[in-house]
């Protein structure tokens, strides 16, 4: 009887891993066989759509909850996340192989896409300190060759120098978090630490484990001050950054949801995540306000994205945390896909533009939308979320509803204003949706967080608005948002003393798109 449970065991645990083998061998096969780059991107192409089928029908048939001896744990979430890598790594590749044509160095492009991949399915399932920490690292390894695959280019070296930085101290930490862990439980399994913290609370060693984990995430995640990197990598070809953005970049959020239990319990990790998100969110809103390429304002979307994304983490929200990783992935993808459709249609925009949004209109726009959403998550049966949350939401989503100057008096401002109105709350609906997927996440909201993060988006919304009606009292700050606020002067030079570069930097990628 023993062998039937252990057969069936190892079935589960190839069936799990299926996709990260199929995609390793895609790996090996680059640099072992002799197929050109076409046969290749064949090839890879098959192999991304078993990976992705193998997902599917593992999401499909509820697979969630297996685990293998505290190594594998298969969540719902994880499987869902698994599916929307997939996908994106099989449009990636699909799009990479025409972006790609005729260029050197496809092999190696193909091997570090397919490894990448691989490495971000092992990390969904990892329920192991050090298979989570194995599979990250990897993934950044990996994604080192796609970030040089024009060595040339100055700005591409130095995004992987700075990321590579980002990365080992990462590694360090989250080290750090695990013998701390592992020292408390006598286990590196996650299942057995969640099992402690729900029976005995969170003792001091795991506090500071939860600290060094938000630190380790917080540097995988491109939050300010080590957000440079993530902007540099502009230079590298579209596709990756693509991958980048609306892919790897995420996985933090994902960790974080994953560690749910014990940042429950860790108030200052919870703090610190905070605030770092919330800086990162208001600051890089800031900077996008002064920017004019189309992908390196996509780039600082990502930023406040991110911290948008952990402040939801340390707020307890964990179900709008993941549903807004899977929105921006999706929309990332789509948005660096299409880059060239972007820029077209934001001039189109600029053309027809009649005036700036009028004072009134930008006043009365956060009170619309936070009413809205109020409204709609206080209908019966709905499980709303906390109202200072509704009202961050309506102060994000309120420049939906701005109005152009030239129509604050005419009939024809009901048409827009109806329009911005009906997409608040078609987001707001989707949010409410989405928090009935059975995605296995228990919020635990904290008030007076809360309030904090209430106050910071309050301040980005009023720099916003005095951006739009009084440029010209903003000329000094212009200068100092346009460059960042040298937040990652000094990230910079660690990287240039560690690696110096043979080719002069003489300007900020801003200025053009890449490829």
Same mark, same amino acid.
């Given at each position: 009887m023993r062998y039937a449970v252990t057969i069936a065991e190892v079935l589960h645990l190839a069936w799990a891993l299926a996709p990260a083998a199929l995609l390793a061998a895609m790996a090996a096969a680059t640099r072992l066989g002799r197929l050109q780059p076409p046969a290749l991107w064949r090839l890879f192409q098959g192999v991304s759509y078993l990976a992705l089928l193998q997902s599917a029908i593992?999401?499909?048939?509820?697979?969630?909850g297996a685990q293998w001896h505290g190594i594998i744990n298969v969540t719902a979430l994880g499987l869902v996340l698994a599916v929307l890598v997939q996908l994106l790594g099989t449009v990636i590749g699909a799009t990479s192989s025409r972006y790609l044509? +005729?260029? /050197?160095?496809?092999r190696r492009y193909i091997g570090a896409l397919a490894a990448v991949l691989a490495s971000v399915h092992l990390l969904l399932l990892a329920?192991?300190?050090?298979?989570?920490?194995?599979?990250?690292?990897?993934? +950044?390894? /990996?994604?080192?060759h796609l970030l040089c695959f024009y060595p040339e280019r100055p700005f591409a070296v130095l995004a992987a120098q700075k990321k590579t930085i980002a990365d080992r101290l990462a590694d360090l930490l989250l080290l750090g978090a695990a013998a701390l862990a592992w020292h408390e439980t006598g286990s590196g399994s996650l299942s057995v630490l969640f099992e402690h913290i729900a029976q005995q609370g969170l003792s001091m060693p795991l506090h500071a484990s939860a600290v060094l984990l938000v630190l380790a995430v917080t540097l995988r995640s491109a939050l300010l001050p080590v957000h440079g990197w993530l902007i540099q990598v502009m230079e590298a070809p579209t596709p990756v950054s693509a991958l980048m953005h609306a892919g790897v970049v995420n996985l933090g959020g994902f960790v974080l949801i994953r560690f749910a239990a014990m940042l429950d319990q860790a108030g200052a990790a919870r703090a610190l995540?905070?605030?770092l998100g919330l800086a990162s969110a208001v600051l890089a809103g800031m900077v996008m306000l002064t920017r004019t390429s189309i992908k390196v304002r996509l780039a600082w979307s990502t930023v406040a994205q991110m911290g948008f994304m952990l402040l939801e983490c340390a707020l307890g929200l964990y179900t709008l945390a993941a549903l807004h990783l899977i929105g921006h992935s999706l929309y990332k993808a789509q948005a660096f896909l299409s880059a060239s459709s972007v820029v077209r249609q934001t001039r189109l925009r600029a053309l027809h533009a009649l005036s700036s949004p009028g004072a009134i209109s930008m006043a009365l726009a956060p009170l619309l939308a936070i009413a809205t959403v109020l409204l709609l998550t206080s209908l019966p049966g709905v499980a709303a979320w906390p109202w200072w949350w509704s009202a961050v939401l309506g102060l994000a989503w309120a420049p939906l509803l701005w109005l152009p100057a030239a129509r604050a008096g005419s009939p024809a401002r009901a048409a827009p204003l109806l329009a911005g109105l009906l997409m608040v709350a078609g987001l707001t609906l989707a949010a409410m949706l989405g928090h009935a997927l059975p995605l296995g996440l228990h919020d635990t909201p904290d008030h007076r967080l809360g309030m904090i993060a209430l106050i910071g988006m309050s301040a980005l919304y009023l720099c916003q608005s005095l951006l739009q009606l009084r440029p010209q009292w903003l000329s000094r700050w212009r200068r100092w948002s346009y460059a960042g606020f040298y937040l990652d002067e000094a990230y910079t030079r660690l990287a240039l003393l560690l690696w110096p570069t043979r080719r002069p930097l003489a300007a900020p990628p801003d200025n053009h798109t890449g490829n």
């Open positions: 593992s999401l499909l048939t509820g697979t969630g044509q +005729g260029e /050197a160095n496809q329920d192991h300190w050090l298979l989570l920490i194995a599979a990250w690292a990897a993934t +950044g390894m /990996a994604l080192r995540l905070m605030a």
